[in-house]
């Protein structure tokens, strides 16, 4: 069995499951809404508050697809339910980040602005910061998946070279870096 596919998702009190036909599961929380396609291959029930997944044999098409579906439905409870965060930081000088609303505004090196709207569903803070600091940046959103494509996104606006490290990174993320030119020996 998979390790990951045989756990059951216990689902909290704030968030109400249904199972539909056509095998999608949509959960419903505080936060928000949320619904998934699971293959008709894997068999979704709920019993006692929690959603079990199992698979009718051990292909490996079927033992890797447990897993994942199960992990897709557990990330949807803990986003409707607590939510997801990701901090990214801009290292370099004169690297800022700017929310507005549902917009931001980059100032990375570029010649210009980079400007990007973000989903109804991702919101962002950029908390002040001290002198000598680097700025920081806060998205927030109750789909895992979406918050981490917008992530990506962004980091790929000015991705950390590994000299000196500027770009934008996340927070706690370790870079690999490598020496710069040393001068010739004579």
């Given at each position: 069995?998979?390790?990951i596919?045989?756990?059951p998702?216990?689902l909290?009190?704030?968030?109400s499951?249904?199972?539909?036909?056509?095998?999608?599961?949509?959960?419903?929380g505080?936060?928000?809404?949320?619904?998934?396609k699971?293959?008709?291959s894997?068999?979704v029930?709920?019993e006692?508050?929690?959603?079990?997944?199992?698979?009718?044999s051990?292909?490996?098409?079927?033992r890797?697809?447990h897993g994942l579906?199960?992990a897709?439905?557990?990330?949807?409870?803990?986003?409707?339910?607590t939510?997801?965060?990701i901090?990214?930081?801009?290292v370099g000088?004169?690297?800022?980040?700017e929310?507005?609303?549902?917009m931001?505004?980059?100032s990375?090196?570029y010649s210009?602005?980079?400007?990007m709207?973000?989903?109804?569903?991702?919101t962002?803070?950029?908390?002040?910061?001290?002198?000598?600091?680097n700025?920081?940046?806060?998205?927030?959103?109750?789909d895992?998946?979406?918050?981490?494509?917008v992530a990506?996104?962004?980091?790929?606006?000015?991705v950390?070279?590994p000299y000196?490290?500027?770009?934008?990174k996340?927070?706690?993320?370790?870079?690999?870096?490598?020496a710069g030119?040393?001068?010739?020996?004579k």
């Amino acid at each position: 069995m998979s390790r990951i596919g045989k756990l059951p998702v216990n689902l909290p009190s704030t968030v109400s499951v249904e199972i539909l036909p056509g095998n999608v599961v949509k959960v419903k929380g505080p936060l928000g809404e949320l619904s998934q396609k699971v293959d008709p291959s894997i068999k979704v029930t709920m019993e006692n508050n929690e959603l079990k997944f199992e698979r009718p044999s051990d292909l490996p098409r079927y033992r890797s697809m447990h897993g994942l579906y199960r992990a897709l439905v557990n990330n949807m409870v803990t986003g409707v339910s607590t939510g997801f965060e990701i901090r990214q930081e801009l290292v370099g000088v004169g690297y800022r980040v700017e929310a507005q609303g549902q917009m931001l505004n980059f100032s990375l090196g570029y010649s210009h602005d980079i400007q990007m709207y973000l989903p109804k569903e991702v919101t962002a803070e950029t908390p002040k910061i001290k002198k000598g600091d680097n700025p920081l940046l806060i998205l927030r959103s109750y789909d895992k998946q979406l918050l981490g494509q917008v992530a990506a996104k962004i980091r790929s606006f000015r991705v950390p070279e590994p000299y000196k490290g500027k770009g934008i990174k996340f927070v706690g993320e370790t870079l690999r870096r490598k020496a710069g030119k040393t001068a010739a020996a004579k």
